[in-house]
């Protein structure tokens, strides 16, 4: 009973704070349309809401990396490859027909035939509330559609791969992940993947935003890709407390004693394959929505290291650890050490060394190498934000007792 009610006040605590959230990245966008004057770093156009829109896309991903690295103890590195498929899936389906034949123009046009948008549209209407409807659905059908594009390939693949361990699992995705960026950019399937080429005019998160006689009265460009993260990671927290992510985790501790139990080691291991590979799909569709294209050469092995980093340094089964890793990643990496890429000379005409174009990684690579060895199992290893709280204030009051 006492744990049921501790589980309930949790989840009532983090509904609570994820609306928070969204309420106070609608305001802080808008800020520039509810006062007369704002600071520069505070405009829609600025760094800030582009760290923001990242951040998100990128923690939706580092969390479902983290369901199947660190909490069911898989090693694999085939994130990219299920980002790939998640863009693809999703600007493929929302390219409006009127720019098809600009987009592939070098095929004579595309294969597919509809676009979402001008289906739902068509029901709803193209102006007024009947367009906001038809392009809210038709977004929302085609992210969850490359969600099941990539736990669909995931399953495929799984099943030879998913009885391999440790780095044989790794190498396995990792070469996936390879292949399948070669065959999105091979020309005869052109038709459908545009070859080497960006897929793009398809709705991306300024599309949400809400406008009257051309002009932008309301922005939604960051709350969009903040919701849609929100509810995916609250999905993949309830599954981590479920019975099912008990089993995964039974399964990272110990294989052998989790087959005991009797635990279907195969079943589960499939489960977080497949449910981490659909979210990494929804991630590559939110990418895809960020960077407004989709292009197979973007999503090479460096992205995916890019969130294993965010994973361990957030914490290898920490959910809120990858989270707050995320956002910190990208704006070092984004944002706050931008100014060490530019040279600069002070009015005696001196030029201050090392700043140049290129140092901010290399400096950005220090900082990650001093948390790494600082913090060991990560920024909050494998706890969460509210358990380390909790402990803070008890140390706290324990030591308020011991000094009276």
């Not at 929302?140 to 009885?163: D, K, M, Q």
């Not at 890709?225 to 089993?247: K, Q």
């Not at 294989?255 to 291991?269: D, P, Q, R, S």
């Amino acid at each position: 009973m006492i744990q049921d009610r501790k589980s309930k006040k949790g989840a009532a605590a983090g509904l609570i704070f994820a609306a928070v959230v969204l309420v106070l990245v609608v305001l802080l966008e808008n800020l520039s349309s509810l006062l007369p004057s704002v600071p520069a770093v505070l405009q829609p156009t600025s760094q800030l809401f582009t760290v923001l829109k990242k951040g998100a896309v990128y923690s939706l991903v580092a969390v479902s990396m983290n369901l199947l690295n660190g909490f069911t103890g898989l090693f694999s590195l085939g994130q990219a490859g299920f980002m790939l498929l998640g863009a693809y899936t999703y600007a493929i389906l929302t390219v409006p027909l009127s720019v098809k034949d600009q987009v592939y123009y070098l095929y004579g046009g595309s294969a597919v035939k509809f676009s979402l948008p001008d289906l739902f549209w068509g029901i709803f209407g193209s102006s007024g509330a009947g367009y906001a409807i038809g392009l809210v659905l038709a977004v929302l059908i085609a992210l969850i559609l490359a969600g099941l594009v990539a736990a669909g390939f995931a399953y495929l693949i799984g099943l030879p791969v998913l009885r391999l361990k440790s780095d044989y699992l790794a190498i396995a995705t990792l070469g996936f992940a390879e292949i399948l960026r070669a065959i999105f950019q091979w020309q005869k399937l052109g038709p459908v993947t545009n070859g080497a080429n960006m897929i793009k005019s398809f709705p991306i998160f300024s599309s949400f935003n809400i406008k009257s006689n051309g002009a932008t009265v309301l922005y939604l460009s960051t709350f969009v890709p903040f919701l849609i993260a929100i509810i995916c990671i609250v999905l993949i927290v309830l599954l981590v407390n479920s019975t099912y992510g008990r089993a995964f985790k039974a399964i990272r501790d110990d294989e052998v004693a989790a087959e005991a139990m009797g635990i279907n080691l195969a079943k589960h291991k499939m489960l977080s394959f497949v449910v981490s590979s659909f979210f990494a799909g929804v991630g590559g569709a939110l990418f895809a929505m960020y960077v407004a294209n989709a292009q197979a050469k973007v999503y090479t092995t460096t992205m995916t290291y890019e969130i294993l980093l965010i994973v361990v340094i957030g914490g290898i089964g920490s959910i809120s650890g990858s989270c707050i890793a995320t956002f910190l990643y990208v704006a070092c990496s984004e944002w706050w050490l931008r100014f060490l890429d530019k040279e600069t000379v002070l009015a005696s005409g001196f030029q201050v060394p090392l700043l140049r174009n290129g140092f901010r990684m290399v400096v950005f690579s220090v900082i990650i190498m001093i948390v790494v060895l600082f913090f060991r199992k990560g920024i909050l290893g494998d706890r969460e934000l509210p358990g380390v709280i909790a402990g803070w204030k008890r140390k706290r009051a324990k030591r308020k007792e011991a000094a009276q």
